[in-house]
């Protein structure tokens, strides 16, 4: 069984913002859109550390998956066998903000 995959709220938020960026030009691919995104994020839970660390930071809990233009941040929980997608984000929007803790 795999693990347990948990969307944070920045996580929420970005994907939120995607999906409302790409519906300006067609509701039917941004909802699409934000489906492949959240498929792609609980692909993750079959295997974890599948992704590779993100380069931007030192932890090798905290990995990455790509989908289309789209970086997939994820922490990795080990304890609790639990990841946390932290970021959807876009590369070009440049360096992504990771919040330390998103979750109670």
């Known amino acids: 069984m795999g693990?347990?995959?948990?969307?944070?709220?920045?996580?929420?938020?970005?994907?939120?913002?995607?999906?409302?960026?790409?519906?300006?030009?067609n509701g039917d691919a941004a909802l699409r859109l934000g489906y492949l995104l959240i498929i792609r994020a609980e692909a993750v839970a079959a295997f974890p550390e599948m992704g590779r660390v993100v380069p931007e930071f030192q932890p090798s809990n905290l990995r990455e998956v790509i989908c289309r233009s789209y970086r997939v941040i994820y922490r990795l929980q080990n304890d609790r066998q639990r990841i946390e997608v932290v970021r959807f984000w876009h590369g070009a929007r440049g360096f992504p903000h990771i919040p330390n803790a998103d979750l109670p």
Do not use: F, G, H, N
Request: positive net charge; without cysteine; hydrophobic residues 45%.
């Open 3 to 25: 693990w347990k995959v948990i969307i944070s709220p920045s996580a929420q938020t970005d994907l939120e913002e995607i999906v409302r960026y790409a519906a300006r030009r």
